[in-house]
C-alpha cells in the first residue's frame, strides 16, 4: 500500500511539473491588452503595449515624449512603451508572433514586415488611417505598405542612399562640388577618379550586405528584377538592374577608385576612414547625416552630394518604417487612434528629425525643411524624398529567400571579381528559379 | 490476495514486483522531464519534416509523406552548404584534437606556475560564443585589426581575412578550433593523468624517446578519451550556428554557410518549418551515418588488438 502510494505521489509531482511548465509558457501570452479597472467611475482603461525600435538616444527621447503627451491626453487608453532594438529584431518578431506574445503595436520596416502581412499576423488598416495623413502622404510611399490590397501599416520615415563627401579633399583634387538637382553616376565616377590618389581612394562603400543598395538604386535605371506579386512571379536581370553593380564593379577594376576592401565591410565600418581622409566620398544611408555631425573630427567639412540619377530617374526605393497593429490584438482601433497621434506632422517631424530620416507625409517634411534649413546635408536628404517609389519586390514572397542564399553571395563573388556580370546574371536567374519553386 | 502471498514462491514474486513498482517511481520523476522536454519535441520535429507546416498565422500542417525529402534531393544550395559543413566539421575536430594535443602534453608536464597556466588555457571556454565571434571579428578586421596591424609591421600586405573568398572558411575554422580546444585539453588532460606512472618509466628505462614513450604507453592509453572527444567535436561542430552567424553570417558568397545556418534561413526567414524541419532531419541522419562508421571501426580495431 505504502509503496503505491509512493508511485501515486511521484506521478503527481511529474504531472504537475509539467504543467506549470506548460502554464510558464502561456502565461505570458494572455496579459497583452488587458483591461484595468478604470480610476474615476466604470470606465475601463485599454492598455495597449507598443514595441518600439527606435534605439538612437535622440530617437527614444522623441517616442517617449510622443507616447507621454498620448498618456496624458488619453486617460482611457494608456500606451505602455517597449523598447527593442533593430538587432535581431526579426527574430524577435516571428518568436512573438508564433508564440502569440506579440505586442499591439509594432515598429519595423515595409520590405521585412510585408512576410507577417502576408502570413496573416496583421490589422488591416485601410479603413482606419485618418484620412488628413491617407491624402498627405504620396501613393508610392502607401503602395510600400500595401499588401493583397490591404494597408498593414502608418509609414512614418524613409532613408535614401547619400554621396557624403569630403569637402576639403574634393577642393584639393580641383573638384567643383556638384550642386544640381541631382548627379550622374558618370560625375560620381569622374569625382572618384579625380580625388584617387596614392594611397587614398575616392569612393569608399560599405556593401557587405549589398542586395538592399542595388535593389534600390538600381530602379534609377528602371532595374525592377521582378515582374508580378506573390508567387506568380518571374524574375527579369537585364542591362537596367545590372548597370548599378558594374558601375560599382568599373570603379573598383578599371578606375581603382573605389576601396575593394569597403565593398566587403559594412556602412558604419567604411566611416572611420572616410573621417580619418582615406577616402573622398562614401555611400551611405541618409539617416547618417545625424551620426556624422557629432561623431566627425573637429573641423571636418563634409557636405551631402545631390541625388545619383540612373539612366532613367533618381528614384529609389521606399522602403519606410513602419508601425502596424497585431491582428490579435483585442483594441485594434485604440491602436489605430494613437498611431494617428503618432503620426500627426509636429509628431513626424520630431520623430524624422531625431532619426535623421525623410519623413513619409509632405506636411511634416515641409515643416522639417523650415526647422533645418541651415544645418550640413538636410536640403538634399529632404530633396531625395521626392523620389521614393514602392519597389516590385515587396509584392514578392520568395524575395527574402532569395536575397539570403541567392543574391547576396552572386552580388558578393561579383563585387569580389569572382564572377562577370554574365555569370552574375545567370547566377540570379537560376537561384529564383531554385527558391521559388 | 493474503492467501496467495503465503507461499514462498509468489512471496518473492509479490516482493519483486514491489521492488520493480518502487524502482519504476524513482524512475519517472528522472525520465518525465526527458520524454517531455527532449524526446517529444525531438520526435515532434522529425515529425514536422514529412508536412507542410509553415510560420503561418494559424497554420495547419498537413501530412505530404515524402515531398520535401524529394524537393531536398534537387536542392543545390543545400548540398553545397552541405559539402561546407562537411569541411567544416572535418577540419574543426582534427585541428582541435591535434591542437588540444599538444597543449594538453605542455600543461601536463612540470611546468613552473602549473596550475595558473592551466586556468589561463580554459579562458576561452568561459567566453559566449557570440562574444568570441566579436572579439574575433574585431581581430580580423581588415582595417583596423591587430593581426594586420602586426603583418603589415612585419612586411607582409594585409588579409582581409573574412572577407576574401579563400581565407573566409580557413579564418572562421581557426577561431572555431580556438574556443573549442579547453574542452578537449581538459577531456586529454584528465586522460593523461590516468596513464599509469610505472609503465611510462619502464618505457624510460628501456631506453624509449620521448616520441616514443608518447607514441607506445600515453596514445594507446589515451584512445577512448580522443575517440569520445572528437567525436563530440564533430558533432557539435556540424551543429554550430552562434559563432559562424555573427561573423560572417554565411558570407562571403556563401563561403560559410553551414548547413544550420542555412537550414536556420529556411524555418525563420522562408517560414517553411516543414522543409527547414526535412533539412534537420537529413542532418541528424547525416552526422549518425559518420559516427557510426566511425565507431564501428574502432570496436572492430578493439576486437582485433584484445
Not at chain 1, 510611399?141 to 542612399?161: D, H, R
Request: charged share 15%; hydrophobic share 45%; glycine share 8%.
Amino acid at each position: 500500500m505504502k509503496k503505491r502510494h509512493v508511485l501515486a505521489v511521484a506521478m503527481a509531482a511529474t504531472a504537475a511539473l509539467a504543467l506549470t511548465a506548460c502554464q510558464q509558457g502561456s502565461a505570458t501570452g494572455g496579459d497583452d491588452g488587458d483591461t484595468g479597472g478604470g480610476e474615476g467611475g466604470g470606465e475601463e482603461v485599454v492598455n495597449l503595449e507598443f514595441q518600439s525600435l527606435s534605439d538612437q538616444p535622440l530617437a527614444m527621447e522623441a517616442v517617449q515624449g510622443i507616447v507621454d503627451d498620448w498618456n496624458a491626453e488619453n486617460p482611457n487608453i494608456q500606451v505602455e512603451l517597449v523598447q527593442a532594438g533593430w538587432d535581431g529584431i526579426y527574430d524577435k518578431l516571428i518568436t512573438q508572433f508564433n508564440g502569440g506574445t506579440a505586442p499591439d503595436i509594432i515598429h519595423y520596416e515595409a520590405a521585412s514586415i510585408a512576410p507577417f502581412a502576408v502570413d496573416g499576423y496583421l490589422a488591416d488598416l485601410t479603413d482606419l488611417i485618418d484620412p488628413a495623413f491617407a491624402s498627405d502622404v504620396t501613393e508610392g510611399i502607401w503602395e510600400s505598405v500595401t499588401v493583397n490590397e490591404e494597408i498593414i501599416a502608418y509609414p512614418t520615415t524613409l532613408q535614401s542612399y547619400m554621396v557624403f563627401a569630403n569637402v576639403d579633399l574634393l577642393e584639393a583634387a580641383g573638384v567643383e562640388i556638384p550642386s544640381g538637382p541631382t548627379m550622374t553616376w558618370d560625375e560620381l565616377r569622374e569625382i572618384a577618379q579625380a580625388t584617387t590618389t596614392d594611397g587614398q581612394f575616392g569612393l569608399g562603400w560599405g556593401l557587405s550586405n549589398p542586395t538592399a543598395t542595388f535593389m534600390s538604386l538600381g530602379l534609377g535605371f528602371d532595374g525592377g528584377y521582378f515582374e508580378g506579386s506573390g508567387s506568380d512571379v518571374t524574375i527579369d536581370v537585364g542591362e537596367g538592374e545590372l548597370a548599378v553593380p558594374e558601375a560599382i564593379h568599373q570603379m573598383t577594376y578599371e578606375d581603382a577608385s573605389l576601396d575593394p576592401v569597403s565593398l566587403t565591410q559594412s556602412g558604419s565600418e567604411v566611416l572611420p576612414a572616410w573621417y580619418a581622409g582615406q577616402t573622398a566620398m562614401t555611400v551611405q544611408g541618409s539617416f547618417r547625416v545625424a551620426s556624422i555631425g557629432t561623431d566627425a573630427p573637429e573641423g571636418f567639412n563634409w557636405a551631402v552630394l545631390p541625388p545619383l540619377e540612373g539612366s532613367v530617374s533618381a528614384d529609389q526605393a521606399a522602403n519606410p518604417q513602419t508601425y502596424s497593429v497585431n491582428i490579435d490584438s483585442e483594441h485594434v482601433e485604440e491602436s489605430a487612434q494613437f498611431l494617428d497621434f503618432f503620426t500627426s506632422t509636429e509628431n513626424l517631424a520630431a520623430l524624422a528629425y531625431a532619426d535623421a530620416l525623410v519623413p513619409a507625409s509632405t506636411s511634416a517634411r515641409d515643416a522639417l525643411a523650415e526647422q533645418t534649413a541651415d544645418e550640413t546635408g538636410w536640403a538634399e536628404v529632404l530633396a531625395s524624398g521626392d523620389s521614393l517609389v514602392a519597389p516590385p519586390f515587396l509584392t514578392v514572397d520568395a524575395y527574402t529567400q532569395w536575397k539570403d542564399t541567392v543574391a547576396t553571395p552572386a552580388f558578393q563573388r561579383f563585387l569580389a571579381d569572382e564572377i562577370d556580370s554574365a555569370q552574375l546574371q545567370a547566377d540570379l536567374t537560376d537561384g529564383w528559379e531554385q527558391v521559388n519553386r | 490476495m493474503t492467501a496467495v502471498a503465503t507461499r514462498p514462491v509468489t512471496r518473492r514474486g509479490v516482493s519483486s514486483r514491489a521492488q520493480r513498482r518502487e524502482a519504476i517511481a524513482l524512475v519517472v520523476p528522472a525520465m518525465a522531464p526527458i520524454i517531455v522536454f527532449s524526446v517529444i519535441p525531438l520526435m515532434a520535429g522529425v515529425y514536422l519534416g514529412f508536412t507542410d507546416a509553415t510560420l503561418r498565422r494559424n497554420d495547419v500542417a498537413d501530412f505530404i509523406g515524402l515531398d520535401n525529402f524529394i524537393r531536398l534531393m534537387g536542392d543545390r544550395f543545400f548540398w553545397e552548404s552541405f559539402r561546407i559543413g562537411l569541411v567544416w566539421a572535418v577540419a574543426c575536430s582534427v585541428l582541435t584534437l591535434l591542437c588540444a594535443m599538444g597543449l594538453a602534453l605542455l600543461l601536463n608536464t612540470d611546468l613552473r606556475l602549473k596550475s595558473l597556466t592551466r586556468v589561463l588555457a580554459l579562458i576561452p571556454w568561459a567566453m559566449p560564443p557570440v562574444v568570441v565571434a566579436i572579439m574575433w571579428r574585431m581581430i580580423y578586421s581588415p582595417t583596423a585589426g591587430p593581426l594586420n596591424a602586426a603583418l603589415e609591421w612585419v612586411g607582409v600586405a594585409p588579409v582581409n581575412w573574412l572577407g576574401d573568398f579563400s581565407t573566409a572558411l580557413p579564418a572562421v575554422i581557426v577561431v572555431a578550433v580556438w574556443s573549442g580546444m579547453p574542452q578537449t585539453t581538459v577531456l586529454l588532460l584528465a586522460g593523461m593523468q590516468q596513464v599509469p606512472a610505472e609503465q611510462l618509466e619502464a618505457a624510460a628505462v628501456d631506453g624509449a624517446s620521448a616520441a616514443r614513450r608518447f607514441w607506445h604507453v600515453t596514445l594507446p592509453a589515451l584512445r577512448p578519451v580522443v575517440l569520445a572527444s572528437t567525436a563530440l567535436d564533430f558533432i557539435w561542430s556540424f551543429n554550430s550556428f552562434g559563432l559562424v552567424y555573427v561573423m560572417t553570417e554565411g558570407g562571403p558568397g556563401g563561403r560559410t554557410m553551414l548547413p544550420m545556418l542555412f537550414t536556420y534561413l529556411e524555418a525563420f526567414k522562408n517560414r517553411n518549418i516543414g522543409y527547414a524541419s526535412a533539412m534537420g532531419d537529413v542532418l541528424v541522419i547525416a552526422v549518425l551515418l559518420v559516427l557510426s562508421i566511425y565507431l564501428i571501426q574502432q570496436f572492430r580495431k578493439g576486437k582485433a588488438e584484445g
